[in-house]
């Protein structure tokens, strides 16, 4: 057979392969094949002439990069795709969760340590209690905490200072704020 046959052959054969490996687990199997006969496609058309094997290998690395894009646009959407790739429907995990929903309204909140938190104890926040970690250092009961971050389920609280007062004491000057612009 003629060599210009065989090298569009194995180009055909590399798409169907490569096909294949979108669509059914192969482990990999199919894709390597797919590689060998486009390899093998290549060689062909060397042996039709350099400049003819040159232009196809340039076609090729161009064609191939964009069936690629193809295929992992496609794949999502294949059955073996959906097997794999995790979705809010399939997924609890990835659900909306209210709960979590939430915790996340209290960042920034402050309310009061209600138990003495060396890492983790109680907090209440708008007369709500939480389970909640300490940052950094240890909180005493009653002191006010601030509200972080939220990690995962777990309230990541610090211990806030109290705040100067800012009614002047009789007979001496008002205090001054270090942070007024």
């Not at 199919?30 to 350099?50: E, K, P, T």
């Amino acid at each position: 057979m003629y060599p210009i046959l065989w090298t569009f052959l194995f180009l055909c054969l590399a798409f169907i392969v490569a096909v294949l490996e979108v669509f059914l687990p192969s482990g990999g199997v199919f894709g390597v094949l797919a590689v060998g006969l486009l390899i093998a496609s290549i060689v062909c058309a060397f042996q039709v002439g350099i400049v003819f094997g040159s232009v196809y290998t340039f076609f090729v690395c161009l064609l191939v990069p964009v069936f690629i894009w193809f295929a992992l646009r496609l794949w999502p959407k294949t059955w073996i795709g959906r097997q794999i790739l995790l979705t809010p429907e399939t997924d609890p995990a990835l659900c909306p969760n209210e709960e979590l929903q939430a915790l996340k309204q209290l960042v920034g909140k402050q309310g009061l340590a209600k138990s003495k938190m060396l890492l983790g104890g109680l907090i209440e926040i708008e007369s709500t209690r939480y389970s909640a970690v300490s940052d950094a250092e240890p909180i005493d009961a009653g002191e006010p905490i601030s509200v972080l971050r939220i990690e995962g389920t777990s309230i990541i609280v610090r211990k806030i200072s109290v705040p100067v007062s800012t009614v002047p004491i009789p007979g001496e000057p008002p205090l001054e704020d270090p942070f007024a612009a």
